[in-house]
């Protein structure tokens, strides 16, 4: 069984309409009328979709015409809580996560480079359950922000010009290049690139695993905002992760 897990208003109607188009399966549906005119729009044909009322009522039709090939539950939370008198307030499923296959964000990257990046995602994404969809991905080191002083206005400290060339450098790759600007939720993994000094034996073991030691992750997630503007208020969510990496990396995701 495929479990389509996804935020609201991000495709999971439209993925159960085609998958119903391509095996004729009916779709369980609070709304059937609505589910039909919308794979009507999508120009597919369904048989039309039933609603909870005929899949579990007394009538039984429509769990006679789902056996044998099966049917299609259309946010099954609300078909349960249809179900049940009493508030449903935790579950339990059986089954593993299955990621989003979205690829959009390699169109950015060099051809040469896709497939490393595809398969550095694909890790992540095992290790890391909660990082559903990745939707940008900078080939970018983490750059943390400094403590700034006023001296700092004639003096070029090495950790304020690396502040600031990180702020321009994501700002043209972001703002310029990508039309992204900073989100009122905002979930990002910083990549940490590990030193050079370290045997091959210690990267590989400490490949993708958390970053402990400073600079903290609201060093990391301040300069990123920074970045985008004085003005981050809007910013009212998000999950800021550091890990180690081979190479230094930016991704901003959707979390499940």
Request: hydrophobic fraction near 30%.
């Amino acid at each position: 069984m495929k479990k389509i897990i996804k935020p609201r208003a991000s495709g999971k109607t439209t993925e159960l309409i085609m998958r119903a188009s391509e095996e004729w399966l009916y779709i369980v549906c609070s709304n059937p009328e609505q589910v039909a005119n919308s794979a009507k729009k999508l120009g597919v044909d369904i048989p039309y979709p039933f609603s909870y009322d005929e899949f579990v009522g007394h009538n039984g039709r429509g769990r006679r015409l789902g056996q044998g090939q099966g049917v299609l539950i259309d946010d099954a939370e609300r078909l349960l809580q249809y179900m049940c008198d009493s508030p449903i307030v935790g579950m339990s499923m059986t089954g593993s996560f299955e990621p989003s296959n979205d690829e959009s964000y390699l169109r950015y990257h060099k051809i040469e480079n896709q497939q490393n990046i595809k398969a550095f995602v694909s890790e992540i994404q095992r290790r890391y359950p909660f990082v559903y969809k990745v939707r940008h991905f900078f080939e970018i080191d983490p750059c943390a922000a400094p403590r700034m002083t006023r001296s700092d206005k004639f003096k070029e400290r090495d950790c304020v010009m690396k502040y600031f060339s990180f702020r321009n450098r994501l700002g043209y790759e972001a703002y310029n290049r990508r039309g992204y600007n900073l989100e009122g939720v905002t979930h990002v993994i910083f990549v940490v690139p590990m030193p050079a000094s370290w045997s091959k034996k210690k990267k590989d073991e400490m490949f993708l695993s958390s970053h402990l030691p400073r600079p903290d992750r609201d060093n990391y997630l301040k300069a990123y905002q920074d970045t985008f503007g004085e003005d981050d208020s809007h910013v009212w969510d998000g999950r800021t992760t550091k890990i180690w990496g081979y190479f230094g990396s930016i991704i901003i995701y959707d979390h499940v």
